[in-house]
């Protein structure tokens, strides 16, 4: 009964003009169990921006203890970001693209769509991708000696000649296996994981022995000492916002579940146990290179590239780069394509949406993004303000104000309708998003308000509690006088 009355639901909607990646899944395309979601991102978790971000916190004077304790809060904030952002979509089978909606209105939802698919979705791949092309150079540099000094000094926008051909590469692949679709990317996502893990794992245990044991790695210091405790929170922050992408939409992974319960069990043991041995080879890796060769590595591969092997070179490259494909397949290429899609339904399909994304990325020259611990952190900050924003209003939205209750014929509406909100923007949610946003971002220019610069350390946290308690409290306050509106008129 329940089948027919869903089956006809989206009958109604394709009506409407609604494609099918955009319907509520029927129960018999909920086909994502506990072990997808442990698996989903166990690959992703062992990409190369990952381990510059937590080396950037050796940098920063955080010690071998601190940092294994910020990678695993994050874990656990990030899964419970998860967890919560991704319960209203697997109670109702709706895509983040269209849950927007119910936050922001029919209209509204163009604002956060964009933030995240368009904005986010272009400067993840092209710095994701740029990343996997240095790594690249190592592994072409084993085959042809003479790679590296193809081109001399000339450089394209900023970029070297075989960084670029490299890029060229791996946006290539990365596309391809975009176009392949998704039963291609659950079986890619399912089996190259595991894969992932085997070969990260012999890294670890080859920093572990270079450095002469586990004992000298857990006596490591950096060469700088943690200013202040707030440097923690910081870092915490930045990889939390590493991931903040995701969290927003999570909703595209979780409207699969079989259950509510099969995705908060598979993400939390997922995403904790992943982290769990992804701390243990980071902090090998990190601190056993520095070690061994004496000198601190910010970027993962000069520390891979430092192994005399070349078989075990090209092994933890590609398998790298296989987590960093599959967050940039699973994480952006597929949101965006999906956000666009339902933003401009007769112009993009989420395949076209996904290359536009693609070239896009390329264009805004991400190679100036990832040059500098200063820049990633930078493009941390901006991530976080802009992602903890829409999470919070839309944990809000879900949980207080409509406690837990969504009503689809207010959010799949014919062309030109405005839904539930009369100008079909919920005003409340897009001034929220707007402060929240500015706050926390104003800090990374007015280095002279304390407060502020504070607020953008912890972007994502402070965007998300900020925009929690606005929206709730403006909710509460706007209920109010509606109630007393309506009683007014009724004379009680």
Sequence with gaps: MEHAKIEQSNQDYRALGYSEELLPKGPQERDWGIFNYITVWMGAVHNIMSYMTVAGFFVLGLSVNQVFLAIMLSAVIVSAGYCLNGY???KYGIPFAILLRDSFGVKGSIIPALCR????????????????????????????????????????????????????????????????????????????????????IGAAIWAINIAGGIGPILEYKPSTTMESPLVFIACVSALVSNWAGPVVNIADFTHRANSPKAMIYGLSIGMIGSYLLFAITCISLIAGTEIAFGQPIFNIVDAIDKIQNPFSVIVLILALNVGATAFVVFGNLLPSGLQMTTLFPKVFTVKTAGILTAIIGTIILPWKLVSSTETLFFFYSFIGSMFGPIAGIMLSSFFIERKRRLDLSVIYVEEGSNGAYKSGYNIVACIVLLISFLLPMSGAFLKGVPFLVQLNNF???????????????????????????????VGV
């Design 88 to 90: 209203s979509a697997s």
């Design 117 to 200: 698919g368009l904005i986010a979705g272009v400067v993840f791949f092209g710095t994701t991708t740029v990343v996997g092309a240095q790594s690249l150079n190592v592994l072409f540099a084993r085959f042809i000696p003479n790679y590296m000094s193809i081109g001399g000094d000339f450089t394209i926008f900023g970029l070297d000649v075989p960084t670029m051909i490299s890029y060229i590469i791996l946006w290539v692949i990365t596309v391809l296996l975009f176009l392949g679709g998704m039963d291609m990317l659950t079986v890619f996502g399912k089996y190259s994981s595991p894969i992932v893990y085997i070969f990260i």
């Design 459 to 489: 972007a994502f946290f402070s965007g998300l509690i900020v925009s929690f308690i606005l929206y709730t409290l403006l909710y509460k306050f706007n209920q109010q006088n509606v109630q007393n509106s309506v009683e007014k008129e």
